[in-house]
């Protein structure tokens, strides 16, 4: 059996669920920008000079990267629409990327015209997925 057998039983605070479904839906648009805009988004949103040698395997590897982004935001729609009890692990999902992120962006820094707005989501979706994975936890008996 590929689904098991719905339960939608999240128990955690609603605003959690929320947050997931407000977070998924730039995400699943982020994704779908990787991988089917001309440059993947690479120049014309990140301002990374893709005008040099080796710039279009860059934008190739956006658009794969891409591809995986859209396997996630898949499964998390699929678990917001029938597997509700799965909140939390999406959740402490975004929050181990931003954790991530932010330590891969340390060791290999972006050099662009502006901060892409990916690099500016991490310091704001870090602390919000943070307190969204306790809230998702908490029974709320409401």
Known sequence: ?????????????????WF??????PQTVR??????????GAQSIASMDINVKGGKNAVALLAQ???AQLIM???????????????????????VEQILRLAVGYMKPLVTVHRP??????????PLSAIMLVLSLIRNEK
């Open 1 to 17: 059996m590929l689904f098991p057998v719905k339960r939608n039983d999240y128990a955690g605070f609603k605003i959690s669920m």
């Open 20 to 25: 997931l479904i407000l977070i998924n839906i």
């Open 31 to 40: 994704s779908l920008i990787h991988v089917f805009y001309h440059d993947s």
């Open 65 to 67: 990267w891409g591809t």
């Open 73 to 95: 935001s898949l499964i998390i729609w699929i678990v917001l629409w029938g597997y509700r009890e799965f909140i939390p692990l999406m959740i402490a999902e975004i929050l």
């Open 117 to 126: 707005p990916g690099a500016t989501g991490t310091f704001i979706l870090l």
